[in-house]
């Protein structure tokens, strides 16, 4: 069983920045990717970055050139650094995992969330 725990939402003015965190933890073997998605209440997920374990990255065209996703490997620590953050980025953001237990079967997980509310 994995979990994921997001960290780092909260309140901040619209130009202002945030570092999201994301800590796994587990029976986990390796992790083959992890992601950052969000949703507003009566919208669907959606993406906003990936990277995988050899560190290829992509970005939801909406926050490409404002937001970094980065990983520490060695930890199980995935990271959304947001600049420039917009009103439009308000949203629930969850952490997504693609994991190899220890066991070798795989599996994808999410974290609980966490809120990240810009104010105009």
């Known amino acids: 069983q994995v979990q994921l725990v997001e960290s780092g939402g909260g309140l901040v003015q619209a130009g202002g920045s945030l570092r999201l965190s994301c800590a796994a933890s587990g029976s986990i073997f390796s992790i083959n990717a992890m992601g950052w998605y969000r949703q507003t209440p009566g919208k669907e997920r959606e993406f906003v970055a990936i990277?995988?374990?050899?560190?290829?990255?992509n970005y939801a065209d909406s926050v490409k050139g404002r937001f970094t996703i980065s990983r520490d490997n060695a930890k199980n620590i995935l990271f959304l650094q947001m600049n420039s953050l917009k009103p439009d980025d308000t949203a629930v953001y969850y952490c997504?995992?693609?994991?190899?237990?220890?066991?070798?079967?795989?599996?994808?997980?999410w974290g609980q969330g966490t809120q990240v509310t810009v104010s105009s």
């Open positions: 990277i995988t374990g050899s560190g290829a990255t």
């Open positions: 997504n995992a693609a994991v190899v237990h220890t066991s070798r079967s795989q599996s994808s997980y």
